[in-house]
Protein backbone atom coordinates (compact mmCIF):
# COMPACT_ATOMS: atom_id res chain seq x y z
CA UNK A 1 0.00 0.00 0.00
CA UNK A 2 1.41 3.19 -0.80
CA UNK A 3 0.50 6.65 0.63
CA UNK A 4 -0.43 8.69 -2.49
CA UNK A 5 -2.26 11.72 -0.90
CA UNK A 6 -0.40 12.34 2.18
CA UNK A 7 -2.76 15.24 3.24
CA UNK A 8 -6.03 13.38 3.58
CA UNK A 9 -4.39 11.98 6.97
CA UNK A 10 -4.19 14.81 8.55
CA UNK A 11 -7.94 15.39 7.15
CA UNK A 12 -9.25 12.06 9.01
CA UNK A 13 -6.99 13.50 11.94
CA UNK A 14 -8.90 16.26 11.77
CA UNK A 15 -12.58 15.07 11.60
CA UNK A 16 -11.23 11.92 14.49
CA UNK A 17 -10.47 15.05 17.10
CA UNK A 18 -13.80 16.94 15.68
CA UNK A 19 -15.55 13.79 16.49
CA UNK A 20 -13.98 14.17 20.08
CA UNK A 21 -15.25 17.72 20.34
CA UNK A 22 -18.71 17.50 18.78
CA UNK A 23 -18.84 14.33 21.55
CA UNK A 24 -17.47 16.66 24.37
CA UNK A 25 -18.74 19.92 23.69
CA UNK A 26 -21.88 19.87 21.74
CA UNK A 27 -23.07 16.26 23.00
CA UNK A 28 -23.87 15.67 19.31
CA UNK A 29 -25.97 12.00 18.81
CA UNK A 30 -24.80 8.96 18.16
CA UNK A 31 -25.46 9.51 14.29
CA UNK A 32 -23.91 12.80 13.89
CA UNK A 33 -20.52 10.78 15.43
CA UNK A 34 -20.95 8.16 13.43
CA UNK A 35 -20.63 10.17 10.07
CA UNK A 36 -18.07 12.28 11.27
CA UNK A 37 -15.97 9.41 12.31
CA UNK A 38 -16.62 7.96 9.17
CA UNK A 39 -15.73 10.53 7.53
CA UNK A 40 -12.34 10.60 9.11
CA UNK A 41 -11.77 6.43 8.00
CA UNK A 42 -12.85 7.69 4.60
CA UNK A 43 -10.02 10.10 5.06
CA UNK A 44 -7.46 7.77 5.75
CA UNK A 45 -8.58 5.13 2.76
CA UNK A 46 -8.88 8.01 0.45
CA UNK A 47 -5.38 9.20 1.20
CA UNK A 48 -3.44 5.34 0.17
CA UNK A 49 -5.88 5.14 -3.32
CA UNK A 50 -4.38 5.75 -6.20
CA UNK A 51 -5.34 8.70 -8.19
CA UNK A 52 -4.76 6.76 -11.72
CA UNK A 53 -8.30 5.22 -10.66
CA UNK A 54 -10.18 7.88 -10.10
CA UNK A 55 -13.93 8.52 -11.75
CA UNK A 56 -13.42 11.48 -14.16
CA UNK A 57 -13.91 14.62 -12.22
CA UNK A 58 -17.47 16.06 -11.02
CA UNK A 59 -17.71 20.02 -10.36
CA UNK A 60 -18.24 18.96 -6.13
CA UNK A 61 -15.50 17.23 -4.90
CA UNK A 62 -16.22 15.02 -2.57
CA UNK A 63 -15.39 16.18 0.56
CA UNK A 64 -17.50 19.40 -0.20
CA UNK A 65 -20.08 17.33 -0.49
CA UNK A 66 -19.36 15.27 3.14
CA UNK A 67 -18.69 18.55 4.45
CA UNK A 68 -21.83 20.62 3.48
CA UNK A 69 -24.22 17.17 4.06
CA UNK A 70 -22.30 16.60 7.50
CA UNK A 71 -23.23 20.90 8.37
CA UNK A 72 -26.67 20.81 7.85
CA UNK A 73 -27.42 17.11 9.52
CA UNK A 74 -25.59 19.04 12.86
CA UNK A 75 -27.72 21.91 11.94
CA UNK A 76 -31.13 19.92 11.74
CA UNK A 77 -30.28 17.81 15.08
CA UNK A 78 -29.49 20.67 17.11
CA UNK A 79 -32.83 22.53 16.17
CA UNK A 80 -34.59 19.13 16.43
CA UNK A 81 -32.89 19.21 19.95
CA UNK A 82 -33.95 22.73 20.92
CA UNK A 83 -37.55 22.24 19.67
CA UNK A 84 -37.86 19.36 21.86
CA UNK A 85 -36.99 20.81 24.50
CA UNK A 86 -38.84 23.50 24.44
CA UNK A 87 -42.07 20.95 24.01
CA UNK A 88 -41.20 19.45 27.36
CA UNK A 89 -41.03 22.59 29.10
CA UNK A 90 -43.43 23.05 31.64
CA UNK A 91 -44.46 26.57 33.74
CA UNK A 92 -45.91 26.76 37.28
CA UNK A 93 -48.43 29.34 38.79
CA UNK A 94 -45.77 29.43 42.07
CA UNK A 95 -49.04 30.29 43.71
CA UNK A 96 -52.07 27.84 43.55
CA UNK A 97 -49.13 25.43 41.38
CA UNK A 98 -50.94 25.07 38.24
CA UNK A 99 -48.63 23.37 35.64
CA UNK A 100 -48.54 24.24 31.44
CA UNK A 101 -46.63 23.20 28.76
CA UNK A 102 -45.10 26.10 27.00
CA UNK A 103 -45.55 24.89 23.83
CA UNK A 104 -48.34 26.43 22.54
CA UNK A 105 -49.19 28.02 25.68
CA UNK A 106 -51.03 30.85 24.42
CA UNK A 107 -53.10 29.14 21.38
CA UNK A 108 -54.97 26.70 24.08
CA UNK A 109 -58.23 27.62 25.16
CA UNK A 110 -57.89 25.57 28.30
CA UNK A 111 -54.51 27.22 29.38
CA UNK A 112 -54.86 28.23 33.24
CA UNK A 113 -51.19 30.51 32.66
CA UNK A 114 -50.24 32.83 29.93
CA UNK A 115 -46.75 35.12 29.77
CA UNK A 116 -46.71 37.95 27.73
CA UNK A 117 -43.94 40.89 26.76
CA UNK A 118 -41.43 38.02 25.77
CA UNK A 119 -39.87 41.09 23.81
CA UNK A 120 -39.50 43.65 26.75
CA UNK A 121 -38.75 41.78 29.90
CA UNK A 122 -37.83 43.63 32.79
CA UNK A 123 -34.18 43.41 33.03
CA UNK A 124 -32.52 43.40 37.06
CA UNK A 125 -30.46 45.45 37.55
CA UNK A 126 -27.45 43.64 39.60
CA UNK A 127 -26.96 41.11 36.92
CA UNK A 128 -28.93 42.04 33.66
CA UNK A 129 -31.59 38.92 34.27
CA UNK A 130 -34.70 38.91 31.94
CA UNK A 131 -37.48 38.37 33.74
CA UNK A 132 -40.96 37.86 32.11
CA UNK A 133 -44.45 37.94 33.85
CA UNK A 134 -47.02 35.75 33.83
CA UNK A 135 -50.90 35.65 34.82
CA UNK A 136 -52.62 32.73 36.13
CA UNK A 137 -55.95 32.63 35.27
CA UNK A 138 -56.73 29.68 38.43
CA UNK A 139 -56.14 31.77 41.30
CA UNK A 140 -56.13 35.46 39.46
CA UNK A 141 -52.30 36.23 40.73
CA UNK A 142 -49.16 38.46 38.57
CA UNK A 143 -46.14 36.29 39.50
CA UNK A 144 -42.53 36.74 37.34
CA UNK A 145 -40.35 34.17 35.54
CA UNK A 146 -36.88 33.65 34.26
CA UNK A 147 -34.81 31.20 32.59
CA UNK A 148 -32.53 29.41 34.60
CA UNK A 149 -31.94 25.93 33.12
CA UNK A 150 -28.45 25.33 34.99
CA UNK A 151 -30.35 26.35 38.25
CA UNK A 152 -27.55 29.14 39.23
CA UNK A 153 -29.84 30.86 41.80
CA UNK A 154 -30.88 27.50 43.41
CA UNK A 155 -34.09 28.01 43.13
CA UNK A 156 -35.12 26.97 39.76
CA UNK A 157 -38.05 24.73 39.24
CA UNK A 158 -37.87 22.13 35.46
CA UNK A 159 -35.24 25.24 34.71
CA UNK A 160 -37.39 27.95 35.72
CA UNK A 161 -37.06 30.65 38.78
CA UNK A 162 -40.18 32.12 40.41
CA UNK A 163 -40.47 35.50 41.62
CA UNK A 164 -43.26 37.01 43.81
CA UNK A 165 -46.58 36.22 43.72
CA UNK A 166 -49.50 38.74 43.40
CA UNK A 167 -52.98 39.50 43.27
CA UNK A 168 -53.86 40.62 39.69
CA UNK A 169 -54.47 44.18 39.44
CA UNK A 170 -55.73 46.73 36.38
CA UNK A 171 -51.97 47.67 35.81
CA UNK A 172 -51.22 43.71 35.27
CA UNK A 173 -54.53 43.06 32.93
CA UNK A 174 -54.13 46.36 30.99
CA UNK A 175 -50.58 45.38 30.32
CA UNK A 176 -51.91 41.90 29.09
CA UNK A 177 -54.60 43.05 27.38
CA UNK A 178 -52.23 45.47 24.88
CA UNK A 179 -49.66 43.24 24.57
CA UNK A 180 -52.44 40.14 23.20
CA UNK A 181 -54.18 42.93 21.46
CA UNK A 182 -50.70 43.39 19.30
CA UNK A 183 -50.70 39.88 18.81
CA UNK A 184 -54.76 40.10 17.84
CA UNK A 185 -55.04 36.92 19.90
CA UNK A 186 -58.91 37.01 20.37
CA UNK A 187 -59.13 34.36 22.74
CA UNK A 188 -56.59 35.95 25.58
CA UNK A 189 -58.45 39.15 24.87
CA UNK A 190 -61.80 37.65 26.12
CA UNK A 191 -59.95 35.67 28.93
CA UNK A 192 -58.45 38.95 29.92
CA UNK A 193 -61.55 40.44 29.87
CA UNK A 194 -63.24 37.76 31.92
CA UNK A 195 -61.31 38.58 35.03
ZN1 LIG B 1 -52.20 30.19 40.20
Known sequence: ??????????FGIIFFVGSYFAYSIYNASTIVLGII????????FYAFSDPKEDPPKS????????????????KDSKEANAQENFKDQVIICPKCKVEEKLY????????????YNENKPRIRAKDGLHIFPMICFN?????????????????????????????????????????????????????????
Open 59 to 74: KHTQGKIFYEASKQYL
Open 104 to 115: NLAKRKSSQLMI
Open 37 to 44: IFIGIANI
Open 139 to 195: CKTFSEFASDPNDTSGKSINGIEYFKSQKLNKKHISDALSYVKKNNNKMLIQKLNTL
Open 1 to 10: MKLHRPSHIL
